[in-house]
């Protein structure tokens, strides 16, 4: 409404549009709350979706199902007291711009991934779809120009049907997001500098805001089980740095032969280890846990993996490189042991072992299956203190700028209060809208 013709302002009021999905959805929650203890910002509003995805489902053909939210969420928001002034939407859901622009109000994209993957993602949309599976794939105006094979090009790409109704909705969706009025990125600048200022330039509007690591808000702190109450007690009693952690993240269960290889590795490397192997207890090797009893532990269901990641006994972290398992533990200081799989995966790791040489690679491919024997050096070698030395030394200066980052003063605390400051003076100029 207005008055007098001047138009009345309304207080900052953030509408949250998360992915249903934990890899999406967890960065998004920890922003949430990070958000939220600036004073700027005192209200926010979010949508109550389910974290849990049927078996197989296709992120990228899930996003298609979601822009039916937007009627439902403007004839809620044009309904509140207090109707929204910023909607913040999850990288997937381009189409919550359509939503922004019915509002009247700016939004911003939230990016759960690397500002690598960002750029390469924006890069490859705009570009000649369907790629040729042939050739690499060269992303020559990106810092350095990387290429890439074919087979670790993102997969929601590579899965692109030219023509197909939902995967051209899919398409248009991600290019929406080069509409947004900001971008969000969860990551920082000493480990994405290059591509964060490629961002920038490529957007063009200049409001691109890395806050990470956003898993240092301390939101997702919750009461031990007994099962993690005995786990953090048995690493306790283990070295400094001679534990290897293995987790392939909540998607991810591995075929047998490849749970095999990596049980026989584990057993046969004679390190420490956790394995968290999720709600599907078939992938053990059987008589494993009886076998390796004073040196390992197995951890079924929900693991807490960043405090695991953070207890001074861990040393390595055998991961699929997803973003957020990636920066869980480059904050954790640790070894990182590089098996990428899918989607944004290969892109991590080449940030993490070819840019920084804080990881080594470890194996690569969902359908890999390694040498056991290989493997299980590669696990020792991990957590032998008098090894790789150079890597360890990468890993730990790393987590010490991802640590000085969030902290006041540093470069990802920075970013968050600029972004707020602007976030208000936009609200300010955002108009109350007659219903």
Known sequence: MSTNGVPSRRRPHA???????????????DFAHRL??????????????SSHLPPG????????????????????????PDPPTIVISDFFLGWAQHLADDLRVPRVAFYGVGAFTVAAL????????????????????????????????????????????????????FLLNSRAWGAVVNSFDEMEGEFLEYLNRCFGHGRVWAIGPVADSGCRGEERSSEAEQLFSWLSTCPPRSVVYACFGSMYKPPPAQAAVLGAALEASGARFVWAVGAD???????????????????RGW????????????????????????????????????????????????LVVDLHGAAVRA??????????????????????CTKWEDVRAKASALAAAAAAGVEEGGSSFVALESMVKELETACLNVESVDR
């Open 36 to 49: 939220s203890t600036c004073h700027s910002l005192p209200d926010s509003s979010a949508p109550d979706h």
């Open 281 to 299: 207890v078939a992938v053990l090797p059987e008589g494993l846990e009886e076998r390796t009893a004073e040196r390992g532990r197995v951890v």
């Open 303 to 350: 693991a807490p993996q960043v405090e695991i990641l953070r207890h001074a006994a861990v040393g390595a972290f055998l991961t699929h490189c997803g973003w957020n398992s990636t920066l869980e533990g480059v904050a954790a200081g640790v070894v990182l042991l590089a098996w990428p799989m899918k989607a944004d995966q290969f892109i991590d790791a080449r």
């Open 122 to 173: 924006d890069h490859l949309w705009k570009g000649t779809l369907p790629l040729d599976p042939s050739n690499s794939v060269v992303l020559g105006p990106l810092p350095g120009s990387p290429a890439f094979p074919y087979v670790h090009v993102p997969s929601v790409v590579r899965s692109y049907v030219a023509g197909n109704p939902d995967w051209e909705l899919v398409r248009e969706g």
């Open 363 to 384: 194996a690569e491919g969902a359908d890999a299956v390694p040498d056991p024997a290989t493997l299980a050096r590669v696990f020792a070698d991990a957590v032998d």
């Open 15 to 29: 509408l949250l549009v998360p992915f249903p999905a934990q890899g999406h959805l967890l960065p998004l929650l």
């Open 57 to 80: 489902t296709h992120h990228a053909l899930l996003a298609v199902h979601l822009p039916r939210l937007r009627e439902p969420l403007l004839s809620w928001a044009r309904s509140h």
